[in-house]
């Protein structure tokens, strides 16, 4: 080969090689609009996001605001069907069953989604640069959370499957479920992780250690374990980071959950802010203004309305106040700041404009806990700024699972009628002390307890899993009819859901619920 | 460490010795001997016909000395003493060689080839003669696509090659890119489309200019895909461009001008009075509110003022014939060193709609330069540009707003003002009128488009040659969506306070899209490859061919659009114009062009292969590559793809040979191999965090950014495989008498991308697997005739194929009008069987099914058959109905000529194939849609017709609940006359006065007619379901000119 010719074909050679990337990761694309987990968990900023994440999975379904529909499984409020939950009122009138679509599966695979979120975070989370101080505090803010997420399991179908991390393969995820003793155990592994390495602050949105203390006496109270839950609730009250609010309606408010003397009865909740993160924004924007102001989902059942006592303290049977043809008259102050009454004419409190455009409710009572008049007439545009948060865990609440677990564990004494009598003398609501003549026995009090609980929390989401808890949700809910007059069905077996088909087939080792 | 390897292995290339090149030296080589001739012959070459050949290489034997013959046939040669004989070689023609005696004039005519036995057929990294093909490959000349007009050069393949289906989705300018498949569909997870080669190098068919096609390879098994590896599952085709020949300068002029207009539209109703009086019992009988006022009707009915009452046919108004004119010119030539082929392309194409624009711009330069007899440089740049002006709404989205117009209103007020009619009434039921989607603003596509490279072809000693390619392909798309406010009043209502036409936002819809959205988009893909080429002969018998290459491929997309929707003046179509109040960054909207994510892939490949014959008769060839892909994880990158085949050349035997000496070819052919289909997405296998429009609002206050992982990925995901088996026969008689070539295959692909159902308790999205299969067989015939009488030649030629696929494995199948299911074709129709019309007879209790969806019919609705005889019509009674695919395509046609006049036709078909089709000219009243005149004849109590139902507004239920039945399925077979050409060759004396070296002229015609079942529309569409209403076919007359000097 001449010179000319090598010189030629070297030149070439030259530029092919200039082309051709002899280094090994020209075949390493990573997609430049979002992140590669090869690259993520490389600063605490990443693992901020992380744990952002981890509490995003909160604002979904019966995790976040539509938690209070939990109710319309219940003697509080009949729920009508909407695109978002659907079936819901089939799980209410004896249609229950695997292959209920809809709503059912949301029970099922909302709390799974925080879990993944939470073992993806814990699996990782040793990658980052940052100190094993700071790693410990935020593996107890995401075990808090996983432990809230399988509380919600195991109250709602028992024995479900545990993961303990990730799985690292398809077939990992298929076994078989877990008793629901292990599911508890499990449960109060991670909450005690969290109770000790959580900040002992003020809430603050993020899981403090009074959250998971919280959450671990309401865990405990479920398990029966009265004398486990009497002692973790004690410390909460001595523990003095939390206190009833001064204002029972504006609790449930954008403004006054903002307002320090109110929102210092929050211990745990899920978040929203408007307008990056409104309450829904698909498939439209919605959210409990919305739903429950506008829309009318949630109407109250008369049987509600009736357990709320005269300002007397007494109930409606017994009290001389209560006069039938005007019976909201002289009524505990929580069932006005509650419900949405009859005669009662909706205001925006700020401008005084009327807001009369709910949807006629079939049983005459509308929700007005959680409405925040502030933003009415609601519109489309409104919605958009529906942000008050889904309260999971108040002040309140530690109160009266601590006098429920005391007088289960030793009867009636001053230290249970103290706790619930305060929660009674909230400023604005001022109902008489307990009657100790009248409730002088454990199993009287017991009723009275978990009377003042359904008024206490009506439309939060807790009556279903108390009734459940007591027991008594196959005795009482069969006493009621939709207002299309369908009795209500709740059967022993009914007490766990069923785990849906495509559950079943997906997973072959999962064992379905008896019954079903 | 592959990279090094392959470096040092150049490097050994370049090092070889000198000796390889033995007495090699610069005068020899520059013809220096001339000095010392002695001696000069002269004489002409011509064909068999007697006609002069020109460019005739004369090469003095034993010597390096190569002359060209004159454009005369002519040549002079000055003889280097001891001179023995001349060579003369002609492509197309048998090499002659001439002992040189004592004469001085040499006339020398030279036979004619068979076609098949001098084709040379471009292949994967090479090309090979067609008679040593053992793989399936179709290959078309730029001639053939020439003969036939047509913007878009993928259009032209139309009927040309078997096994290849090509469906246009519509004539419309710069949308016509046509759906390409080859051999059937054989996924349902990845694309379907075939990797299209330009010059070895990937880009886009749709972009050349037809005039700069030599050749079209279709590579079809896998025996001739399986050295495009992981790309090859769908075929591969193989453009190559024209390059210059040596010879005298030649200027070529080509200039084209059609006319298009509709190939077939629905016949509406155009009579106002009838129209409403019909619209009246329609909305009776589907309880639909507004009615038309008698009154109303009556002022119509006796209208004197055709502007204020017309009887308007928005059909005829709006579509009109379109001119598409097509200018090319180029400049080829060269010498024995270099040649050249500099081709500049032109194409104006109107709509047969107003408001678009279109026009391509195509430069094509290929240069080629033999430094010496050792190394070849070359370089090709093709540069495309595209500017696509439109209306907001394009496609059905327009032609459907002129069938909506009903005839009650024409497109302005009878005023003059110019002012545009939204409707007559407010409480009609329509679409926008046309003039409204022309009045509201415009969309336009700037594409430009750069396809270079440049090779050099190393010839490392005898029989070795080492090819080396650098390419780019660069596209840059601007996109430009503009829209403002504009009114629209209605002809028969007036504003009671000023007396004028009531307008007012209630009246007429306004912009869909308000503002100006921009979109810059750029693809980048450069290309590197080199390839080892070694051939040689082993013992007189043994043909060896070996190469052995590498390649590297690399893309990178990147996009941004935005959008300002408040401009201070309608004048202002900059975005830089507008305010920023609502302005908003990668903005999605339905009919925008869909929002792509940025990507990047690359590939890395291997490849070789070898070919071996034995005494010509026994072929083989094995290929192989091994394709590493950044779109499948890093343990599972890498993939092989084999292939092997092999073919007997029967005619070869010495038995045929003495004694069956018509027979030119006979082989038998037979391939089998495995591809891969790496069109499976970007990161389909990556597990990534989603971050965008994710966050958690701790304490209220700032949302702060979170990452959440939303679906499971499956690492080991990777490309589809397909297997194809293949047997094949070619057949050709003496001289094209008759030829024929046969193929039969099976495609299976596996591993099939699908999604997999998991367990809900694992919290992530269902992931993407490789879990289905399906396959497609099919077989293909052409048939070829060609024969001379005197001076009239002719040829005929035909073809047909078929490709049934069959889905043999598939996880989440899928039920609705169309069925996924194992055992059947993908997306089979699924139907409910129409069985009639409701009479009132049948509409009494017991007599009839109950209709599950339609379960209180009233007479004149659709009736379904109880397929299952349960009493019930319900989901049970739907069946798989045929459809879905056709049952074959073909092609037929004939060419002749005689002393300068030529014809030829090429007949082109689809056989089964039927669409479900609704709405818009099939549903009366379908936002406004006036009935074709069928509907005259629908049902009524008196009229108990048995296929038109009662006539009803769009949206009934009597009707529109079995929208997924046969009554909407429409036969769309066809046949036509998919082309026809005369042209006239001046003869010689005629044209060499004006100094030209050829000179014709042709009219030809595109789809001149059709054979058909479908009604009102074209049967050629690309989608099988869906809306009637489509941008229609053209029918196309044109005439040209072919001018070269």
């Given amino acids: ?516 | 460490m592959k990279c090094a390897l392959i470096a040092s292995g150049l490097a050994l290339l370049l090092n070889l010795p000198a000796t390889a090149s033995p007495g090699f030296t610069p005068e020899k080589k520059f013809g220096f001997t001339r000095w010392f001739q002695n001696r000069i012959v002269t004489g002409k070459v011509t064909n068999e016909n007697s006609e002069p050949l020109a460019n005739v290489s004369i090469q003095v034997k034993g010597t390096k000395n190569i002359y060209l013959s004159g454009a005369d046939g002519s040549f002079r040669i000055d003889l280097p003493p001891g001179a023995k004989a001349l060579v003369f070689s002609y492509t197309g023609t048998e090499t002659a060689e001439v002992a040189i005696n004592e004469q001085s004039v040499y006339n020398v005519s030279l036979t004619n080839l068979p076609n098949t036995m001098t084709d040379v057929v471009v292949v994967g990294y090479g090309t090979q003669r067609k008679i040593n093909l053992t793989g399936a490959v179709s290959a078309v000349t730029g001639k053939t696509l020439t003969e036939r007009p047509a913007p878009n050069v993928a259009n032209l393949l139309e009927g040309r090659v078997s096994g290849l289906q090509i469906t246009q989705p519509s004539s419309e300018p710069g949308r016509d890119n046509p759906n390409l498949l080859i051999r059937g569909r054989a996924t349902f997870g990845g694309s379907t489309a075939p990797l299209v080669l330009i010059d070895g190098v990937t880009g886009s068919i749709n972009n050349l200019s037809p005039d700069d096609i030599e050749s079209i390879s279709v590579l079809k098994d896998a025996a001739s895909a399986a050295i495009y590896g992981s790309r090859a599952a769908n075929g591969v085709i193989l453009v190559t461009t024209k390059k210059g020949r040596k010879g005298q300068t030649t200027v070529s002029y080509r200039v084209n001008v059609g006319v298009y207009t509709p190939t077939a539209m629905p016949d509406f109703i155009t009579n106002s009075a009838e129209y409403m009086t019909l619209y009246n019992a329609a909305a009776a009988r589907s309880g639909v509110a507004f009615r038309y006022d008698s009154a109303e009707i009556a002022k119509y009915k006796n209208a004197t003022d055709q502007n204020a009452y017309p009887n308007f046919d928005y059909v005829d108004y709006y579509f009109k014939s379109a001119v598409v004119s097509n200018h090319n010119i180029s400049l080829s030539g060269g010498n024995d060193r270099n040649t050249f082929n500099l081709s500049l392309s032109y194409l104006n194409q109107d709509a047969m709609l107003p408001g678009y624009s279109f026009k391509k711009y195509n430069g094509l330069f290929n240069y080629t330069s033999h430094i010496n007899d050792r190394i070849t440089i070359g370089t090709s740049m093709n540069l495309t540009y595209k500017d696509r002006q439109e209306p907001p709404f394009t496609s059905e989205n327009f032609a459907l707003a002129v069938y909506a117009a009903g005839p009650l209103y024409g497109p302005f007020l009878p005023d003059g003002s110019g002012r545009i009619v939204s409707r007559a009434y407010q409480a009609e039921g329509r679409n926008r009128n046309p003039q409204e989607m022309l009045a509201m603003g415009w969309q336009n596509t700037k594409e430009y488009n750069l396809n270079g490279q440049a090779y050099i072809d190393i010839k490392v000693f005898k029989g070795l040659t080492w090819t080396s390619k650098v390419a780019i392909n660069y596209v840059d798309e601007y996109y430009k969506m503009y829209q403002h406010p504009y009114s629209a009043y209605l002809l028969q209502q007036k504003d009671p306070a000023t007396g004028d036409y009531q307008t007012g936002s209630s009246a007429f819809f306004g912009p869909d899209y308000l503002g100006v959205t921009d979109q810059y988009s750029k693809t980048i893909t450069p290309t590197i490859y080199s390839v080892v080429n070694y051939e040689t002969k082993i013992a007189k018998d043994h043909d060896i061919k070996a190469l052995a290459g590498f390649e590297q491929v690399y893309s990178k997309f990147q996009t941004l659009r935005a959008r300002r929707l408040n401009g201070v003046s309608t004048a202002l179509t900059e975005l830089a114009g507008y305010t920023n109040t609502g302005e908003a960054i990668n903005a999605t909207y339905p009919r925008l062009p869909g929002l792509s994510a940025p990507y990047e892939w690359a590939l890395q490949s291997f490849f070789g292969r070898v070919n071996y014959g034995y005494k010509g008769r026994y072929l083989l060839e094995a290929n192989l590559r091994y394709d590493g892909t950044s779109r499948v994880s890093p343990d599972y990158r890498w993939g092989v793809f084999p292939s092997v085949s092999g073919a007997w050349l029967v005619s070869q035997e010495d038995f045929f040979n003495k004694n069956v000496s018509f027979l030119n070819n006979l082989k038998l052919r037979a391939s089998y191999g495995t591809l891969g289909n790496q069109e499976i997405g970007n990161y389909a296998y990556q597990n990534v965090v989603t971050v965008s429009g994710i966050s958690y609002p701790f304490g209220n206050t700032t949302p702060a950014q979170a990452a959440v992982l939303n679906s499971y990925k499956d690492q080991s995901l990777q490309w589809e495989t397909t297997r194809i088996l293949d047997f094949g026969v070619d057949l050709d008689l003496r001289k094209g008498l008759f030829g024929l070539t046969f193929d039969w295959f099976k495609k299976t692909t596996s591993d099939i991308l699908a999604s997999q159902p998991v367990p809900a308790s694992l919290g992530l999205g269902s992931p993407t697997f490789n879990n289905g299969k399906m396959e497609s067989r099919g077989i293909e015939l052409e048939l070829r005739h060609q024969n001379q009488i005197g001076a009239f030649h002719y040829g005929v030629n035909a073809q047909i194929s078929t490709a049934n696929n069959k889905v043999l494995d598939i996880k989440v199948p899928g039920i609705g009008t169309s069925i996924n299911q194992v055992g059947l074709p993908y997306g089979s129709h699924y139907l409910y069987i129409w069985d009639g019309i409701f009479q009132v007879e049948d509409t009494a209790a017991g007599k009839v099914p109950k209709h599950v969806l339609n379960p209180n019919p009233k007479p004149g609705d659709l009736k379904m058959k109880d397929v299952n005889g349960d009493g019930v019509v319900d989901a049970n009674d739907r069946v798989v109905v045929k459809g879905a695919y056709p049952d074959y395509i073909y092609s037929f046609g004939f060419n002749a000529d005689y002393k300068g006049f030529g014809i030829s036709a090429f007949f082109q078909g689809v056989q089964g194939l039927k669409n479900r089709v609704n709405n818009w000219g099939v549903d009366p009243f379908m936002q406004g849609t006036a009935p074709t005149t069928k509907w005259r004849d629908a049902w009524t109590p008196q009229n108990r017709s048995n296929t038109l139902p009662g006539i009803y507004v769009a949206g009934y239920t009597g009707v529109a609940a079995y929208g997924g039945s046969t009554y909407y399925l429409m036969d769309a077979s066809y046949l036509r006359l998919k082309n026809v050409v005369l042209s006239y060759t001046f003869p010689r004396a005629v044209f060499s006065k004006i100094k030209a070296k050829d000179l014709s002229i042709y009219v030809s015609g595109e789809n001149l007619f059709t054979i058909t079942k479908y009604e009102g529309s074209d049967p050629e569409r690309s989608s099988t379901t869906g809306n009637y209403v489509q941008y229609p076919q053209a029918r196309v007359l044109n005439v040209g000119l072919n001018v070269k000097f």
């Avoid at chain 1, 901020?48 to 379904?61: C, D, I, K, P």
């Avoid at chain 1, 699996?123 to 100190?131: E, G």
């Avoid at chain 1, 024995?159 to 508890?184: D, H």
């Avoid at chain 1, 102001?293 to 309305?305: E, H, I, K, N, T």
């Fill in chain 1, 1 to 516: 080969m001449t010179t000319k010719n090598k010189f030629l074909a070297a030149l070439f050679l030259f530029l092919l090689a200039t082309g051709i990337s002899c280094s090994k990761n020209i075949l390493d694309k990573n997609p430049p609009d979002s992140v590669s987990t090869d690259i993520f968990w490389g600063s605490e900023a990443d693992v901020q996001s992380g744990l952002a994440g981890v509490y995003s999975r909160l604002q979904q379904n019966f995790l976040g605001y539509e938690r209070v529909y939990l109710d319309g499984l219940t003697d509080n409020a009949f729920l009508w069907d909407n695109t978002n939950q659907t079936n819901f009122s089939l799980m209410t009138t004896g249609s229950l069953s695997a292959s209920l679509s809809g709503a059912l599966g949301n029970f099922y695979s909302t709390p799974y989604r925080a879990i993944a979120s939470c073992n993806y975070f814990l699996d990782n989370v040793d990658k980052a640069p940052i100190s094993d101080a700071q790693k410990s505090a935020y593996k107890a803010e995401v075990r808090f959370i996983r432990a809230l997420a399988y509380f919600d399991l195991v109250q709602a179908y028992g024995g479900v499957v545990i993961y303990r991390n990730f799985p690292s393969t398809l077939e990992a995820a298929k076994v078989p479920k877990s008793t629901k003793e292990q599911v508890y155990a499990f449960i109060e592994e991670d909450l005690d992780f969290a109770i000790a390495n959580l900040p002992d602050v003020k809430y603050n949105g993020h899981a403090v250690k009074g959250s998971a203390q919280g959450l671990k006496g309401r865990v405990l109270l479920t398990e029966q374990k009265w004398a486990d839950a009497a002692t973790i609730l004690q410390q909460i009250i001595s523990g003095g980071k939390f206190a009833l609010s001064n204002n029972y309606a504006a609790l449930f408010k954008t403004a006054g959950q903002a307002t320090a003397a109110v929102n210092t009865e929050i211990m745990f909740s899920t978040q929203y802010l408007a307008t990056t993160n409104p309450q829904r924004t698909s498939p439209g924007a919605a959210g409990m203004d919305i739903e429950l102001g506008w829309y009318s989902l949630m109407q109250p059942y008369q049987d509600l309305v009736n357990d709320y006592e005269m300002t007397d303290g007494k109930p409606i049977t017994e009290s001389p106040l209560y006069n039938p043809a005007n019976p909201y008259a002289n009524r505990d102050p929580r069932l006005d700041l509650s419900i949405k009454l009859p005669n009662e004419v909706w205001r925006n409190p700020n401008t005084n404009v009327v807001w009369a455009g709910s949807y006629t409710s079939f049983t005459g009572y509308l929700v007005e806990k959680y409405v925040d008049l502030t933003r009415a007439p609601f519109t489309t545009a409104t919605a958009t700024q529906t942000d008050q948060d889904y309260i999971h865990l108040r002040y309140a609440d530690v109160l009266l699972m601590y006098a429920e677990a005391k007088n289960e564990l030793s009867g009636p004494d001053a230290s249970v009628y103290n706790a619930i009598n305060q929660v009674r003398a909230r400023p604005g609501i001022n109902m008489p002390s307990v009657d100790q003549t009248k409730y002088n026995t454990q199993a009287k009090l017991r009723d009275y307890i978990r009377h003042e609980r359904r008024v206490e929390f009506a439309f939060e989401g807790q009556r279903y899993n108390d009734l459940k808890r007591w027991n008594i949700a196959h005795i009482k809910l069969p006493t009621l009819s939709t207002p299309a007059g369908k009795p209500l069905v709740f059967n022993t077996n009914n007490y766990l859901l069923p785990f849906q088909q495509s559950e079943l087939d997906n997973n072959p080792y999962l064992v379905q619920n008896p019954g079903y």
